[in-house]
């Protein structure tokens, strides 16, 4: 076994923990911090400010040994091998978190999730018996006319007529349901920016695999702006018919999301491919200029799917979240 893989495989994520997406500026710095590294970049006073941020990440995070943490920042960077080969540590290690564990478990099966609380509301609000038990809960013991009416219907045809009046008497839920959906419109359009922001990324880098990452969150978020002009068009729901229109749409959006997260999954061999090539970039002298190049072009590209990787993913999982809540929101317009 080589010795990038042995120290990949090294790395374990613990699959109980909730997965945390790092943030973007946070992936740039530990590149900047490798890329100054090895190029022997030094700062006002020895270090880069990058260099002192990553030294200080590692030393929390327990990347660093006792001796390697009393040495202090300069003193650990003063050994580039060392310190590139922990820098590309860690970035393994965000590597793993994103692709082996958000990409490919923890995204899909909350994916799952959200998909199977929908299918659920939507039977709920199918179901005779507790659309009437939820709209007689909903309409208040001060709407006894109203309740009385509910209390004779004998199917979802009659019970959607008389919805109409419980949801505009149930202002509160209502309100409850705008703000879920401001939410969830406000994660969507920055996936549909970040998407956008990817390709002119991609097309100034000229990354052939970049392009085609670029391509993958495009798709990604085909449909995305016809769910953002349904949802808001959805100021106040005005029957049983219409949330469960907001159900479907919301179905049909988990399938677009669960394609998305199997492409970006497929993407691992590429990027992983390109993190075993930055041991080329650890302080070995007797690597070629070529090699040396290659590994410098790699940080670079890598750096890019890193990134955005680490955005599209914090999105996705918000998205995710959000899409629940709308869920649970619309059944409480009228008390399901």
């Known amino acids: ?151 004779k219907a004998t199917s979802i045809g009659e019970l959607n007529t008389l919805s109409k009046d419980v949801g505009k008497k149930n202002t509160k839920a209502q309100q409850a349901l705008v703000v879920k959906i401001n939410q969830l419109v406000e994660s969507l359009e920055g996936e549909v920016k970040l998407a956008s922001e990817v390709e002119a990324e991609a097309k100034k880098s000229g990354e052939a695999s970049y392009s085609a990452w670029a391509a993958g969150i495009k798709g990604g978020v085909s449909g995305t702006e016809s769910l953002i002009t349904t949802l808001k068009g959805i100021r106040d729901l005005a029957d049983l018919k219409a949330a469960e229109t907001t159900l479907d749409a919301l179905k049909s959006h988990t399938d677009i999301i669960s394609k998305a997260l199997e492409a970006s999954g497929g993407t691992e061999s590429r990027v992983q491919g390109m993190i075993d090539s930055l041991s080329k970039l650890d302080g070995n002298a007797s690597a070629s200029d070529e090699q040396k190049k290659e590994g410098d072009d790699n940080l670079k590209a890598l750096q890019l799917f890193m990134k955005s990787a680490a955005r599209y993913s914090g999105l996705l999982k918000r998205t995710l979240s959000h899409m629940k809540s709308v869920t649970t929101a619309t059944g409480k317009v009228f008390g399901v």
């Open 1 to 151: 076994m080589s010795q990038e893989n042995a120290m990949q495989d090294d790395i374990v994520i613990d699959e109980n923990e909730e997965f945390v997406a790092p943030e973007a500026s946070h992936v740039g710095l530990v590149f900047q911090a490798l890329g100054d590294t090895v190029a022997a970049v030094a700062g006002t006073e020895g270090l880069t400010t990058a260099q002192v941020y990553l030294h200080g990440v590692l030393s929390a995070s327990g990347g660093l040994s006792y001796t390697q943490s009393i040495a202090g920042a300069e003193g650990f960077f003063a050994n580039v091998k060392e310190g590139a080969a922990k820098a590309i540590e860690y970035i393994k290690k965000m590597f793993k978190s994103i692709w082996g564990f958000f990409f490919k478990k923890e995204g899909p099966d909350e994916a799952k999730a959200v998909k199977a609380a929908v299918a659920d509301k939507k039977a709920d609000l199918e179901s005779v018996d507790k659309v009437k038990s939820g709209l007689t809960s909903a309409a208040g013991s001060d709407s006894k006319d109203l309740v009385e009416h509910i209390s």
